[in-house]
């Protein structure tokens, strides 16, 4: 299967953009927007979905790490499988380190997140993007909803299963900010003992941050 690649630059002291994408908006959203169903898509076009993702970077201290954060929104009218690999480089431009992620079933009309762990000598990062449509998993996105609440250093965040079929590996990935700045991210998986949300369950989690926040951003993940 023929994998389609952008090329992904940004500054780990900055927020900035891929050439390929548009600030996406926030999320956060408690219902996922359904995705078209199979007789409504056409033929993969592989160009015309890298074109539609819309791409944000973050660097934010947390935890006692430093990491380099990529959201991309699946604005393409395809399911998608994802992957990102960056590279690290210090100030004087040496090559120290290297990263790959990929997300599987990220369905079309949502966001999905991928976190790397920096050096603490990195400064900057760049790297590329490819995706393929996803074939192989089923996404569970539009079957999910979810509600959060805030308390001391941490939200608790509750996930349901509104579909009729379990929805395995359910992840949470938050950022935290106070104002417009990062400050905090944290992820679990919120699933139950079997590693999945049974339908019609709700799965509880708490998700950290140590320094003072104001708002959050959430990202689910998930298959089957």
């Known amino acids: 299967m023929k994998k389609f690649i952008c090329v992904l630059c940004f500054t780990l002291a900055l ?35 890298i074109s539609q993702l819309d791409i944000q970077t973050y660097w934010v ?45 990220v369905e079309s009309g949502y966001e999905t997140v991928f976190s790397f ?10 790297g590329e993007y490819s995706i393929i449509e996803e074939t192989w998993y089923d996404c569970v996105l539009s079957d999910l909803s979810y509600e959060s609440s805030e308390a001391k250093d941490k939200i608790i ?11 395995d590996f359910v992840q949470a990935n938050v950022i935290f900010f106070d104002g417009s700045s990062p400050v905090g991210f944290d992820w679990t998986y919120v699933v139950d003992d079997d590693s999945e949300i049974k339908p019609g369950r709700t799965v509880k989690k708490e998700l950290r941050c140590y320094e003072s926040f104001d708002s959050y951003l959430i990202f689910l993940s998930g298959r089957r």
Do not use: M
Request: proline residues 5%; contains cysteine; negative net charge.
């Open 117 to 126: 762990i920096a050096d603490d000598e990195a400064t900057d990062v760049d």
């Open 61 to 105: 201290e947390s935890n006692w790490n430093k990491y380099a954060i990529v959201t991309i929104k699946n604005n393409s009218e395809y399911n998608l499988r994802i992957s990102v690999d960056v590279n690290f480089y210090d100030e004087d431009g040496n090559l120290i380190g290297v990263d790959h992620e990929t997300q599987e079933a």
């Open 15 to 49: 927020i900035s953009l891929c050439s390929c994408g548009t600030l996406p908006s926030s999320s956060g959203r408690s219902t996922y927007p359904s995705s078209p169903t199979p007789s409504q898509r056409e033929l993969f076009d592989g160009e015309k979905a």
């Open 157 to 167: 965040l509750s996930v349901t299963n509104n579909g009729n079929k379990p929805a």
